[in-house]
């Protein structure tokens, strides 16, 4: 689900797996096609659909498995999303689903702006835009649902390590505040650079901690 450029889909591939990627990003399945364009021919490729994840229209009960990675915490309301998703699904199936929880808890930064950013979780939450809180809610959705659940946290070296980060890690995080749009506009139009600069001196802190974690939890059908 969420399949995107297809690399996810491509590494189950490689293993055995018969895929079919849903995306709603016409740009993205394009992408996604294209990766299997050299090693295989039109007829063992993965199918790829164009779909709304929110209303999909999927053969019941015909999957042996669902894969999703940094998709569920633009659901706030995910675990009704993945109600639905149920219904395509095996009886015995198998769910992993990988989100970040926290993205912006980095330390040391100063409490003012760890307030700050508390402050936004909760309004993008509460705006329907984006759940900064989702990865730490896979485990308990998983097991509401009666899968018997593995969860453990990925090691990542942009998003979720400690000590100083590299050069090009501290690039994508300058261009990801470049795209986060929302973030800018919460903070007064003086103050968003002092935090950004704040945020990318703790990243290049030899004391940084990474609060924010990648989860990763793999559920089985009871």
């Known amino acids: 689900m969420g399949c995107g450029p297809g690399d996810v889909s491509r590494e189950l591939f490689n293993r055995g797996c018969v895929v079919t990627g849903i995306d709603n990003n016409e740009e993205l399945l394009s992408a996604a096609k294209q990766q299997f364009k050299n090693i295989c021919d039109d007829h063992h490729y993965p199918n790829f659909i164009e779909q709304d994840l929110r209303n999909l229209q999927l053969e019941l009960h015909g999957y042996d498995g669902l894969w999703t990675s940094f998709v569920a915490a633009y659901f706030t309301d995910f675990k009704d999303i993945f109600a639905n998703w149920l219904k395509f699904l095996k009886s015995d199936a198998w769910v992993c689903i990988i989100e970040i929880d926290r993205l912006l808890d980095h330390r ?11 402050q936004f979780y909760n309004d993008a939450f509460q705006h329907k835009r984006y759940d900064f809180r989702s990865g730490s809610k896979s485990k308990s959705i998983l097991e509401e649902f009666g899968f018997e659940v593995n ?4 090691a990542d070296r942009e998003l979720s390590f400690n000590g100083p980060a590299t050069s090009d890690v501290l690039i994508a995080w300058k261009n990801r505040f470049n795209r986060m749009e929302n973030l800018k506009q919460f903070f007064p139009e003086d103050e968003f650079m002092s935090f950004q600069n704040e945020f990318i001196r703790c990243l290049s802190s030899d004391a940084h901690q ?8 793999v559920g089985r059908k009871r």
């Open 151 to 154: 969860q453990f946290d990925l």
């Open 210 to 217: 990474s609060i924010c974690k990648v989860i990763c939890c």
């Open 108 to 118: 040391p930064i100063p409490e003012r702006y760890s307030k700050k950013i508390d």
